[in-house]
């Protein structure tokens, strides 16, 4: 099991930053594969970025450029760094971590609201 915890959500001008961390705890060397996905009001959750245990990272179009992933192995933490937000980067952000034989683990969600 892997349990995951987001903070760091919060409102936000437009144009502004913040950057969201994931504490995971648990069985953490079984994941290998961190991301954040994003939930507007009545869309569907989309990813917003990830990193495998190697460190390739991908990124949606629509924040490249503006976001940034990263990993703390060290402090088991996984990082978003967001910049330059837009008010259509507002979304509930939720953690999620998977293992190679498809197990999938989430955090609560935290909320990210930026106003225009």
Not at 1 to 18: F, H, K, N, P, Y
Not at 29 to 56: D, M
Not at 103 to 109: L, R, T
Request: hydrophobic share 35%.
């Amino acid at each position: 099991q892997v349990q995951l915890v987001e903070s760091g959500g919060g409102l936000v001008q437009a144009g502004g930053s913040l950057r969201l961390s994931c504490a995971a705890s648990g069985s953490i060397s079984s994941v290998t594969l961190w991301g954040w996905y994003r939930q507007a009001p009545g869309k569907q959750r989309e990813l917003v970025a990830s990193v495998s245990s190697r460190g390739n990272m991908n990124y949606a179009d629509s924040v490249k450029g503006r976001f940034a992933i990263s990993r703390d192995n060290a402090e088991k933490t996984v990082y978003l760094l967001m910049s330059a937000l837009k008010p259509e980067d507002t979304a509930v952000y939720y953690c999620g971590a998977w293992t190679p034989w498809g197990s999938a683990y989430w955090g609560q969600g935290t909320q990210v609201t930026i106003s225009s």
